[in-house]
């Protein structure tokens, strides 16, 4: 196992749900967003990933460039498959823009999926999307940073186990700060209506 996820799961799990709640207290439906506005805006670190070539990928804020980020695992029956194709109606109805957009899926599993697992899944809904994968204490630090909580399943599955996870898209503008977040169930239209302002 990947040591560092698992324990910040659990010993960490409440730390990292009051964060999310304190974050949640943050928000509110002004700023001029559409989703839940981060008010002020919180300065994010960055995070640096390996990908399934070898190359490293990081959360770096690019000039003009916004990034949405999702946390799942490749396992999920559910939200994560949602959420992703939400994702490739947002960047359909965003047209030559949305290549200024860099979609990121980050797994919460990084035991099962690996770099080439997690990037093969979110290609599949999009050539452009990026999937990755870090080692444990990435995994725990970007979950801490985000205020996004995961926790493996003691039941078992055909798939061996599930993960509960936080299930809201985090909007970062192009000078790396969460300016919005959109909690599952939000309209996606919310979001490709955020991302063209930002445009």
């Given at each position: 196992?990947?040591?560092?996820?698992?324990?910040?799961?659990?010993?960490?799990?409440?730390?990292?749900?009051?964060?999310?709640?304190?974050?949640?207290?943050?928000?509110?439906?002004?700023?001029?967003?559409?989703?839940?506005?981060?008010?002020?805006?919180?300065?994010?670190?960055?995070?640096?990933?390996?990908?399934?070539?070898?190359?490293?990928?990081?959360?770096?804020?690019?000039?003009?460039?916004?990034?949405?980020?999702?946390?799942?695992?490749?396992?999920?029956?559910?939200?994560?498959?949602?959420?992703?194709?939400?994702?490739?109606?947002?960047?359909?109805?965003?047209?030559?823009?949305?290549?200024?957009?860099?979609?990121?899926?980050?797994?919460?599993?990084?035991?099962?999926?690996?770099?080439?697992?997690?990037?093969?899944?979110?290609?599949?809904?999009?050539?452009?999307?990026?999937?990755?994968?870090?080692?444990?204490?990435?995994?725990?630090?970007?979950?801490?940073?985000?205020?996004?909580?995961?926790?493996?399943?003691?039941?078992?599955?055909?798939?061996?186990?599930?993960?509960?996870?936080s299930a809201q898209v985090f909007l970062v503008n192009d000078q790396g700060r969460l300016v919005a977040l959109y909690p599952f169930g939000t309209?996606?239209?919310?979001?490709?209506?955020?991302?063209?302002?930002?445009?």
């Amino acid at each position: 196992m990947r040591g560092g996820l698992r324990g910040a799961a659990r010993a960490g799990g409440r730390r990292l749900l009051g964060f999310a709640a304190l974050l949640l207290a943050a928000c509110d439906l002004g700023g001029g967003f559409q989703g839940m506005a981060i008010d002020p805006p919180r300065d994010m670190p960055t995070f640096e990933f390996t990908q399934a070539d070898g190359t490293p990928y990081r959360t770096t804020p690019e000039s003009r460039r916004p990034m949405v980020l999702f946390f799942g695992y490749t396992h999920c029956p559910d939200v994560c498959p949602t959420t992703l194709a939400d994702w490739k109606r947002v960047k359909a109805k965003l047209g030559d823009d949305a290549a200024r957009v860099r979609f990121v899926f980050v797994t919460v599993d990084p035991e099962r999926d690996t770099p080439a697992v997690a990037e093969r899944y979110a290609k599949q809904y999009d050539a452009s999307f990026i999937g990755v994968s870090g080692d444990g204490l990435t995994t725990a630090r970007i979950m801490e940073a985000f205020g996004v909580a995961a926790a493996r399943e003691d039941v078992p599955t055909a798939n061996g186990y599930l993960v509960s996870h936080s299930a809201q898209v985090f909007l970062v503008n192009d000078q790396g700060r969460l300016v919005a977040l959109y909690p599952f169930g939000t309209p996606w239209e919310a979001l490709a209506a955020d991302l063209d302002r930002l445009l």
